[in-house]
């Protein structure tokens, strides 16, 4: 186990909706990025918080946002849901001794209708 | 830009038997280069990294993998496969932007059978 915590485990929404997606950071880190991770493919890079502050972004439209609060904890938001929104979402936490060692949580499957 | 291939969809394997799982990358300057495991229902595990050093890193559940600048690889490696090592395997380069943004491969299944 990493210490690692996402809720909720699975989601179901229609097209259009918004969803927010829960993470809790591993005791002593400072730092969480989101992954999407679709069928098939390996995960990419949404962003990346560091002491509340986006640090980082991927290829993702603004309609992807995120908020980390101050015991390191994070959301993840996402508004107008499209069909290919559909994946497994992956919180993964790290300090800032450990290069590219991320610990994930086990995600969000969201399944958008 | 930099950018991570898996060039196996799937490698089977018998247990007791050594496995390899490929992995070659490109970038423009020098690699940070990780191996991640997923089993089902879970999110990746770290297995191990290479940074700097020597090209052979060790890493856990007695994976290691060997790091060849000249051919750009990374591949992962095992002596003797155990059954419980069946999963999904993502090879993963850091990004050059310094945050840590991992570019991960398409990830290749592992099968082990008894």
């Known amino acids: 186990e990493t210490g690692v915590t996402q809720s909720p485990t699975h989601l179901i929404k229609t097209r259009g909706q918004q969803v927010t997606l829960r993470c809790s950071s591993q005791?002593?880190?400072?730092?969480v990025s989101w992954y999407q991770q679709a069928l098939g493919q390996g995960p990419q890079f949404i962003f990346q918080y560091y002491r509340e502050e986006e640090n980082g972004r991927g290829n993702f439209p603004p309609r992807f946002s995120g908020l980390q609060f101050p015991n390191y904890s994070s959301e993840l938001n996402v508004n107008a849901l499209e069909l290919d929104d559909s994946a497994l979402y992956l919180c993964?936490?790290?300090?800032?001794?450990?290069?590219?060692?991320?610990?994930f949580g086990s995600g969000t499957q969201l399944s958008v209708l | 830009a930099q950018s991570v291939a898996q060039p196996e969809d799937q490698v089977n394997v018998a247990e007791g038997n050594p496995l390899t799982v490929k992995c070659t990358y490109s970038v423009s300057g020098n690699p940070y280069l990780f191996w991640y495991v997923q089993y089902p229902n879970r999110g990746l595990q770290f297995l191990l990294k290479?940074?700097?050093?020597?090209?052979l890193v060790k890493g856990s559940y007695g994976f290691e993998a060997e790091f060849n600048k000249s051919q750009t690889s990374f591949h992962l490696k095992k002596p003797s496969a155990l059954v419980s090592d069946s999963a999904l395997y993502f090879c993963?380069?850091?990004?050059?932007?310094?945050?840590?943004?991992?570019?991960f491969g398409a990830g290749t299944r592992l099968a082990v059978h008894p």
């Open positions: 005791s002593g880190h400072n730092t």
């Open positions: 290479y940074i700097t050093g020597d090209n």
């Open positions: 993963a380069v850091r990004d050059e932007g310094g945050y840590n943004k991992l570019i």
């Open positions: 993964a936490s790290s300090s800032g001794a450990g290069v590219g060692k991320l610990f």
